[in-house]
């Protein structure tokens, strides 16, 4: 195999490739990347990590074809490292690579294409549209919900549902709760109508938010049995699915709230960064230091007392239920809060509360096109 390309193609190329490159794994294929000539005038390249994967079709100058897998870390930074210019990659019959550009060249040893594993199927008969934006700020309203090792494989992702009407994405790790619905054009490939609904790994979640970056530009969503495919610009990128049904969460939503405040949303999240500071201090013995919140009339009271000090602050409210004259006093995981908050995209909020140990409702002030709902669950405090 023999190729040349241009150094700023081969790399904007392999960039987005490396979020599937195994550095892990004792399978030597999956470390790499496989390179494969299309015609005399482009070259496909992949990376697989037998869980998610990318492909790319690019421009090349085609001097002999060929089939083979790079080891995807090595090749990266020696490209990048190259010389501004034409990259020129051969390999022998001894699966010996040479890369060469300028007067600077590297040799590192190749595998056969044909050891690379088989990729999943990509034909689906559901194919839709849906702008890059949307999808992208969606998901990154709801994914810090996601869980991380969880024992229920299905926490460890994002419910994805798309039709006719939009997209909704919920998540939820045990503490907290995002659901967030959005009224958008999803547009129709073929005959089949646009719904689909699967659970999509937060690994996959990150590395999908990284190639969503033309808000003016679509990207195509197709969903086999085990996987979820998506193309944009040029890039494939799959990933497998979470098998099994999503939980029901809907039982956890409180009907009702005896508390209910109006807050604006940016002044409580300076408040609770200030809080931050002394809250998430680590204990010897591993216990979580909290966040007090006192809701008292039209006064929010903010405290934390760790080791090494203490911090209180106060914000001005709005009462719209007041459940009882002695208000509540709730204590939260700061950064579980601080999440939601950041992740709501309003000016105001609303709160609801029933008791110190269930969890806080947090809603927008009207339903909108772009509605969300988020639970954070508070913790037990110290008497």
């Known amino acids: 195999m023999n190729i040349t390309f241009e150094k700023s193609t081969i790399c904007n190329a392999v960039a987005p490739l490396m979020g599937a490159v195994s550095n892990k794994n ?40 060929g089939s083979y897998i790079i080891n995807g870390i090595r090749f990266n930074q020696i490209i990048r490292a190259m010389p ?9 019959g001894r699966n010996t690579v040479k890369i060469s550009g300028g007067k600077s060249e590297f040799e590192l040893s190749a595998l056969d294409g044909a050891d690379f594993p088989s990729l999943p199927e990509f034909k689906s008969e559901i194919r839709f549209t849906i702008n890059q934006e949307v999808f992208r700020q969606m998901i990154q309203r709801t994914a810090f919900a996601v869980a991380h090792n969880e024992t229920r494989a299905i926490l460890n992702g994002a419910y994805i549902v ?54 003016g530009e679509m990207v195509t969503v197709s969903v086999t049995r085990r996987n979820a495919v998506f193309e944009c610009g040029g890039l494939l990128f799959f990933s497998r699915i979470i098998e099994g049904e999503y939980l029901d969460y809907g039982k956890f939503i409180p009907t009702s709230s005896k508390i209910i405040c109006k807050i604006e949303t940016e002044r409580l999240i300076k408040s609770l960064e200030r809080a931050f500071l002394v809250s998430e201090e680590k204990t010897s013995d591993n216990t979580k230091n909290y966040v007090k919140c006192k809701f008292e009339n039209d006064m929010l009271k903010i405290s934390s007392v760790s080791a090494s000090g203490r911090v209180y602050d106060e914000i001005t409210i709005e009462t719209l239920e007041k459940g009882t004259e002695d208000g509540i006093e709730i204590g939260f995981d700061c950064l579980y809060l601080l999440e939601a908050l950041r992740a709501t995209g309003t000016e105001n909020i609303i709160c609801g509360m029933n008791t110190p140990l269930s969890a806080m409702v947090i809603k927008p002030i009207e339903k909108t096109n772009d509605d969300f709902l988020y639970l954070v669950l508070p913790i037990r405090m110290k008497e």
């Open 26 to 65: 004792t399978i030597a294929a999956i470390e790499g990347l496989l390179i494969t000539t299309s015609g005399d005038n482009a070259c496909v390249i992949t990376s697989f990590d037998l869980e998610k994967g990318f492909r790319v079709k690019i421009n090349a100058k085609v001097n002999e074809s």
């Open 84 to 92: 501004e210019g034409d990259i020129n990659i051969s390999v022998d």
């Open 162 to 215: 798309f039709s006719e009407e939009g997209i909704k994405i919920a998540a939820c790790d045990g503490n907290r709760l995002a659901v967030r619905e959005q009224k958008c054009e999803i547009l129709s490939i073929g005959e089949k109508q646009p719904q689909a609904s699967f659970i999509l790994p937060g690994k996959t979640l990150s590395e999908l938010v990284k190639i969503l970056k033309d808000p």
